[in-house]
């Protein structure tokens, strides 16, 4: 790997990035402690689908990502099964508190085993820079395959905005190639993997949602759901908007509050999500905290 010829870390229990990740756990479980004190459960539990198989498509797409990423780091560094649950914390750090905080403290958490890897940066950020740049060529393709879509549903949805987002999104991933001998540190055959794998998460993620939607309400056309993956995979480009999934359902309840069961379809997604984030949030600063009075 390229990061054996970099010189190694300094290593220490109690050094900045221990601090650091401290700091955002601490964060993590500050910002699932409030959010949880918002969220009535028992509405939540009124709506969900009690159905085994709506169950298994939820947890499948939950965990894409973390399975994504886990299978890239396992390539790169070898990762324990240990690193798993720090990806589980990258993932609800980024959702609970705004984007790229969970990325900062999967750096602090790598930096600490020096062991594994001696330069975490340059592979953090490829990664990174590639799943949004996978995330951006998925959601073009979604905005073309919806764009027809529009009219028919009568959304009011401005074209200039849309075909603005379109816009901005080839700019950014124009330029992201253009710069990329600058901007990528891992070698071509890495690249390629993290590439292939990102795509393939955020696809199985999509496809596994759009399921979820449609186990739980069959009778709603492929199209609205088409329409509505597009929205999310749009407002999942924006990196410091935390709780995207409330975010879209309530711009779905707005766009579409014609249809009452879509709405709170939508509502009930975002809640369940949340709750998601919050149980596992908790549970693994609990295991976090158990470490730290080992130490």
Not at 9 to 20: D, I, Y
Not at 97 to 105: E, K, M, R, S, W
Not at 128 to 135: G, V
Not at 180 to 185: A, C
Request: some cysteine.
């Amino acid at each position: 790997m390229a990061s054996d010829h970099l010189p190694a870390l300094p290593r220490s229990e109690r050094g900045w990035t221990w601090w650091l990740g401290t700091v955002i756990t601490l964060a993590v479980l500050a910002a699932a402690m409030m959010q949880l004190a918002q969220l009535d459960m028992r509405q939540v539990a009124a709506i969900v689908p009690t159905s085994a198989a709506f169950w298994l498509v939820f947890a499948l797409s939950y965990f894409a990502g973390p399975f994504g990423d886990y299978a890239i780091f396992r390539r790169l560094w070898q990762i324990p099964v240990a690193g798993f649950f720090a990806l589980l914390r990258k993932l609800i750090g980024n959702e609970l508190i705004t984007g790229y905080v969970g990325d900062l403290y999967f750096y602090t958490w790598a930096r600490q085993r020096t062991t594994m890897t001696s330069a975490p940066f340059g592979a953090i950020k490829d990664v990174a820079i590639l799943s949004a740049m996978a995330a951006n060529a998925v959601t073009l393709v979604l905005m073309v395959l919806a764009y027809p879509l529009l009219g028919q549903l009568r959304l009011g949805i401005d074209s200039t905005a849309f075909f603005g987002s379109v816009a901005l999104m080839l700019v950014i991933s124009s330029g992201v190639l253009f710069f990329r001998k600058k901007l990528f540190s891992l070698p071509a055959p890495d690249l390629w993997y993290v590439t292939i794998v990102q795509t393939a998460r955020v696809i199985s993620s999509l496809v596994l949602t759009g399921l979820c939607w449609h186990l739980a309400l069959p009778a709603e056309s492929v199209e609205l759901w088409v329409l509505l993956s597009a929205m999310r995979m749009l407002l999942s480009r924006l990196p410091f908007l935390p709780n995207k999934d409330v975010v879209f359902a309530a711009l779905a309840v707005f766009m579409i509050g014609q249809d009452a069961q879509v709405g709170a379809l939508m509502a009930m997604m975002a809640s369940l999500l949340l709750a998601t984030h919050l149980g596992l949030g908790l549970l693994l600063v609990g295991g976090e905290a158990v470490g730290w009075r080992k130490k």
